[in-house]
T-cell receptor, first 114, second 115 residues
């Protein structure tokens, strides 16, 4: 049973527009959420995180929104750039991430077209 | 700063052969992890370690063994490789200090093919 779900395997967006990547989770004990970005032939790299005590966290062009009642989070990229083309993984953890392990979704492949 | 280094980067095995993947980190991190990535499956945790001399099973541990004899190294072993273990393997580490909790630092991956 998947605890972290990314239901869109792929997303295509025009350069300069907004990219919205979605993630749903089922475990109500998750209280720390992260997004990772992965380019081909490289390891995933940390992008942005959010604690369950917040509903929004912003870092430059990247914003993560958390809706705890819906058990849903989303990553917004504005404006999207061709260099953002990558696979994005949503991940979740219990205990603020200080203990336990990260549970990853299956990933969404983002393509940003010039 | 090298971060997390995995060796080898590529390997082809025949069914039944054994091999060991080595992960080394130079960030003095306590926690280390081995994940596998398969198409359409995301990242799945194989085994992990919360400190030198400790190991624990993750989501998909069968067919793998691990050892953490030194804090900086985490070894993943396949005793008798099977085609189902064809995958890309990622090692990761993280510190346990709060503030950056949960952030994993990944290696570049090791692509293993079992024929």
């Amino acid at each position: 049973d998947q605890q972290v779900k990314q239901n869109s395997p792929s997303l295509s967006v025009q350069e300069g527009r907004i990219s919205i990547l979605n993630c749903d989770y089922t475990n109500s004990m998750f209280d720390y959420f992260l997004w990772y970005k992965k380019y081909p032939a490289e390891g995933p790299t940390f992008l942005i995180s959010i604690s369950s005590i917040k509903d929004k966290n912003e870092d430059g062009r990247f914003t993560v929104f958390l809706n705890k009642s819906a058990k849903h989070l989303s990553l917004h990229i504005v404006p999207s750039q061709p260099g953002d083309s990558a696979v994005y993984f949503c991940a979740a953890s219990e205990y603020g991430g200080s203990q336990g392990n990260l549970i990853f979704g299956k990933g969404t492949k983002l393509s940003v077209k010039p | 700063n090298a971060g997390v280094t995995q060796t080898p980067k590529f390997r082809v095995l025949k069914t039944g052969q054994s091999m060991t993947l080595l992960c080394a980190q130079d960030m003095n991190h306590e926690y280390m992890y081995w994940y596998r990535q398969d198409p359409g499956m995301g990242l799945r945790l194989i085994h992990y370690s919360v400190g030198e001399g400790t190991t624990a099973k993750g989501e998909v541990p069968d067919g793998y063994n691990v050892s953490r004899l030194k804090k900086q190294n985490f070894l993943l072993g396949l005793e008798s490789a099977a085609p189902s273990q064809t995958s890309v393997y990622f090692c990761a580490s993280r510190e346990i200090a709060r503030g950056r909790a949960g952030e994993l630092f990944f290696g570049e991956g090791s692509r293993l093919t079992v024929l």
